[in-house]
């Protein structure tokens, strides 16, 4: 294995290199992970990791894309958004296979967060459907000076 790092003012590039033994006892290239991450202009944290392998010619190509942003929005909640790509068997394109939504919030008029979670899956027609959803809050009371308890309830 190898890798290095490459960071610029709101940018971090990641390369890793990884490598297998042979038959014959050499080393040959297996796979390549390319990651970058940067942060846009409202603070938003974006990552796009790519991994490569080589094809029967020894070029090399994605075989799977993730890509994962968190933002924050006007309200001070947060959203999360994670897609997995992999090449598609009928075209050789990058489509999305699955998505994974996370939705942080802060309820009003009072402590505590609601989360709610929902994973979406290709189906057998190609399409994106829904496959899990999950919802849970988590309520604050005050139980005394400076104190307060939460109370986690899944949906």
């Known amino acids: ?6 960071e610029k003012e709101r940018e971090t590039v990641q390369q890793e290199t990884i490598y297998e033994k042979t038959a014959f006892g050499e080393l ?3 796979s ?3 990651s970058i991450q940067w942060t846009d202009e409202d603070g938003g944290i974006h990552r796009t990791i790519d991994t490569y392998q080589p094809d029967s010619r020894g070029r090399m190509n994605v075989v799977e894309r993730i ?3 968190e933002v924050t929005l006007r309200d001070g909640s947060k959203q999360t958004v994670q897609e997995l790509q992999t090449r598609s068997a009928a075209n050789g394109s ?3 296979v699955e998505r994974i939504a996370q939705d942080l919030s802060k309820p009003r008029g009072g402590g505590g967060s609601a989360e709610e979670i929902r994973v979406e ?3 057998v027609y190609g399409k994106l ?3 899990e959803e999950f919802r849970r809050t ?3 009371k005050e139980t005394g000076p400076g104190k307060k308890s939460f109370t986690s309830t899944p949906n």
Request: aromatic share 0%; glycine share 0%; charged share 25%.
């Open 129 to 131: 459907s829904p496959a």
């Open 28 to 30: 040959a290239l297996r």
């Open 121 to 123: 899956r290709r189906d």
């Open 32 to 34: 390549q992970v390319s």
């Open 94 to 96: 990058l489509q999305v």
């Open 138 to 140: 988590q309520t604050e």
């Open 67 to 69: 890509e994962l942003s």
């Open 1 to 6: 294995r190898s890798a290095t790092i490459q």
